[in-house]
């Protein structure tokens, strides 16, 4: 822990927070938990294929694509979308699953591909294992992961998917000190069983969450909701984290 403190310390202050949804705010968190649970060898050896992106620009590069519109065919690698009574059935389509699967596998072999493949590898790592970690993109099929699921957020009309990609997270200025109270509350046990590389465990921790996901009534997204759920995207928030933090550790670890 006394080691802990000085690194979140030391990366909150190279990290810039901003309001915007999972993608931005998220994603900028969990690339900061990740780099404070690596030494610096690793750092260096990421840092030299990300072709001059901070960290907070790498995990976030998958949405910036999508803003522009050149990224179409990446739609669906952000999400899986499953009926609620089904559990994942592997297949060829492409979803988070599949892709993150296959990035990590070149990262994993990362000496036979040439630096370009690995920084957009690396680009896809940052991203999706935020991504997976969103109870919603690994949502059910009849409402679209929530995009369908209409409702009132307190004093505005928004959907399910919406409230969990941002609004929880803005409504209670969710930030890298929040996460970190959590990350160190955690036994070592606990953060051993979180960062093992298992990219299927980690779509079905997700999944047991949706059951809370839902739990709203008449529409309407309630204040007690939100200081519940708040607390549940600390914790993903930190999760993906470690896990990106694994990922890394374990393929640009001498």
Not at 19 to 32: D, F, L, M, R
Not at 74 to 85: A, G, L, Q, S, T
Not at 204 to 227: C, H, M, P, T, W
């Amino acid at each position: 822990m006394k080691k802990l403190l000085p690194l979140l310390f030391v990366t909150l202050c190279n990290f810039h927070f901003k309001t915007y949804a999972w993608g931005k705010q998220g994603h900028s968190i969990i690339a900061a938990i990740a780099k404070s649970q690596l030494d610096s060898a690793v750092i260096k050896k990421v840092d030299s294929y990300l072709m001059g992106l901070s960290w907070e620009e790498t995990a976030c590069w998958m949405d910036g694509l999508k803003t522009t519109g050149n990224a179409e065919y990446m739609k669906e690698w952000h999400y899986i979308n499953i009926p609620r009574d089904k559990t994942y059935v592997k297949g060829k389509t492409l979803n988070v699953v599949n892709q993150l699967e296959y990035f990590i596998k070149i990262l994993k072999n990362h000496m036979m591909h040439p630096p370009a493949t690995i920084t957009e590898a690396l680009r896809m790592v940052f991203h999706l294992t935020g991504d997976i970690a969103q109870p919603l993109h690994c949502g059910y099929n009849d409402d679209k992961g929530g995009t369908r699921c209409n409702l009132r957020f307190l004093d505005r009309v928004t959907n399910l998917h919406s409230v969990w990609d941002s609004e929880i997270a803005e409504e209670k200025k969710i930030d890298l000190w929040r996460c970190s109270k959590y990350m160190m509350s955690l036994l070592p046990e606990e953060k051993i069983r979180i960062q093992k590389v298992d990219v299927l465990a980690w779509l079905n921790d997700s999944r047991l969450l949706l059951k809370e996901v839902y739990a709203f009534q008449d529409g309407y997204i309630d204040k007690k909701y939100i200081e519940k759920n708040a607390l549940v995207v600390e914790q993903q928030f930190v999760k993906a984290g470690l896990r990106l933090a694994a990922i890394l550790n374990a393929n640009f670890r001498d």
